[in-house]
């Protein structure tokens, strides 16, 4: 076989005859990453027993010159456990491990935005703050062409494929119910999936999820996503506009809701909260994903970056209150700017420095 003719796709069904080998005890632990990119890395390390809790999980460190985060010359940045979960792939004993990237000065790496985001839910928890993140994304195939569409050609104009049922209406069913199943095994919040407008393009919801957890909980299921998809041969894109065109683009959609928004009278809380939004309208968006320009446009139930606005159950504004909110005069908002890419390390964090204010820098 040529290199021509080989594929992406993992020999899944051969190493099912091994993933279920005595290991002697020892525990696989892979360790999860951020990377200079906006992109999940991952390495594993050989365990002699099982931990009891995140203490006793070793720091380890890795190559930052290989991944965005560090000069050659000083390459080595470290990883420090934060979250651990099940390992869906290997079962038994075996953890995922969400980490932290430091510096060798005792610094948080400049691509850690959880370190600061953490430090913002802790100093801000007596709000009792839920998320829920909304994370589009689309499937391609391995010539980088959306899964399911015509070679050469297009398919029919958006309308039967958001919550579609049958073929030509959905793309890689299979690959969106792995993963929702990996994230159930796994213990990540995932609340639930549909198809979205674009066609071979998907959403899956994660949360409520309160503090620092929403951040890690998105973050790993981005994770499983990517490696559900290499058994299938498929390439995950969290572009926000994959497609150039008269086509949806992709976000991440943001619902926020502090328990003075959740409790009758809630609404006064929602809407002081959005007034705070709109001042620091610049400011939100610069986090809020890389070219997200191409997708919040005012166009495919956007708004236009360039001004902000809200409303009752209006998918064309910035941040959209939903009209069961707006009739029993509590629940949550709903911001609709973050893009696809966005890390929900930023986004939650400024959200919260926003609506309860900031701290002073970590020295």
């Known amino acids: 076989m040529t290199w021509q003719e080989s594929k992406v796709v993992s020999n899944t069904a051969n190493l099912m005859k ?11 632990a892979e360790y999860i990453w951020i990377d200079g990119h906006n992109n999940v890395r991952s390495k594993t390390k050989t365990l002699s027993k099982k931990p009891a809790g995140i203490d006793d999980l070793p720091e380890w460190n890795f190559d930052g010159s290989s991944t965005g985060q560090a000069p ?11 979250a651990v979960f099940p390992d869906p792939f290997r079962g038994g004993d075996n953890i995922l491990v969400m980490t932290e990237c430091w510096d060798s000065d005792g610094t948080p790496n400049k691509f850690n935005y959880r370190h600061d985001c953490a430090r913002l839910m802790e100093e801000h928890k007596v709000h009792k703050t839920w998320f829920g993140l909304e994370q589009e994304y689309t499937l391609f195939d391995e010539y980088d062409k959306p899964y399911g569409w015509p070679k050469g050609g297009f398919p029919a104009p958006q309308g039967p494929y ?11 069913r299979d690959i969106i119910e792995a993963h929702y199943k990996a994230c159930l095994y796994a213990g ?3 609340s639930g999936i549909n198809a979205e407008v674009l066609p071979a393009q998907w959403e899956f919801q994660i949360g409520p999820c309160e503090g620092i957890d929403m951040g890690d909980h998105l973050w790993m299921a981005r994770f499983l996503l990517h490696r559900v998809a290499e058994e299938f041969g498929a390439k995950i894109s969290f572009h926000p506009k994959p497609i150039p065109g ?15 928004m959740r409790n009758p009278g809630g609404m ?37 970056l360039e001004s902000f606005s809200w409303g009752v159950a ?18 949550y908002f709903e ?28 020295h």
């Open 268 to 304: 006064k809380h929602i809407e002081a909260a959005i007034k705070r939004l709109e001042k620091r309208h610049k400011e939100h968006v610069e986090v809020y994903g890389a070219d997200n320009t191409l997708r919040m446009t005012g166009a495919h139930e956007t708004s236009s």
């Open 188 to 190: 990540v919040t995932i």
């Open 18 to 28: 091994y993933i279920n080998l005595d290991q002697k005890g020892s525990v696989l």
């Open 314 to 331: 209006n998918r064309g504004a910035s941040v959209r209150i939903p009209r069961s909110v707006g009739k029993d005069g509590y629940g």
């Open 335 to 362: 911001d609709r700017r973050p893009a696809s890419n966005a890390d929900p390390y930023q986004i939650t964090g400024i959200m919260m420095e926003t609506i309860f204010g900031g701290i002073e820098k970590d």
């Open 162 to 172: 958001y919550c579609g049922v049958g073929t030509g209406k959905v793309f890689c």
């Open 246 to 260: 008269d086509w949806n683009g992709a976000g991440l959609h943001t619902n926020v809701s502090s328990e003075e």
């Open 72 to 82: 050659g010359d000083n390459s080595d940045v470290y990883l420090r456990p934060c």
